[in-house]
Nanobody, 124 residues
Framework: QVQLVESGGGLVQAGGSLRLSCAASGRTFSSYAMGWFRQAPGKEREFVAAISWSGGSTYYADSVKGRFTISRDNAKNTVYLQMNSLKPSDTAVYYC?????????????????WGQGTQVTVSS
């Protein structure tokens, strides 16, 4: 059974940093694209970042470009999201997503597999 487990969320002051991790189990995802989405209270889920299976291509929402960095370790079946210069508007539940195709994540806002989410709260 496939499982995606996020960790690393928490409460941080504006300007601070957090690093999210998403560990996948149940199968190997080294040939899959991986990504992150977020959903703030009362808002729709939105794309945050994605990375190709090789790590050679990365994609970011304009709202996080230059502040967030996505990376992956295929040996550990894990994807990371380094979040710097955090703002209160970054407060949301962050979800890990995995799909065979980058376009599904980046353009379709969808994925085959989802994590359960981790809360990120940025105080002003």
């Amino acid at each position: 059974q496939v499982q995606l487990v996020e960790s690393g969320g928490g409460l941080v002051q504006a300007g601070g940093s957090l690093r999210l991790s998403c560990a996948a189990s149940g199968r190997t995802f080294s040939s899959y694209a991986m990504g992150w989405f977020r959903q703030a209270p009362g808002k729709e889920r939105e794309f945050v970042a994605a990375i190709s299976w090789s790590g050679g291509s990365t994609y970011y929402a304009d709202s996080v470009k230059g502040r967030f960095t996505i990376s992956r370790d295929n040996a550990k079946n894990t994807v990371y999201l380094q979040m710097n210069s955090l703002k209160p508007s970054d407060t949301a539940v962050y979800y890990c997503a995995v799909d065979p195709y980058e376009t599904t994540i980046v353009e379709g806002g969808a994925a085959n597999y989802w994590g359960q989410g981790t809360q990120v709260t940025v105080s002003s």
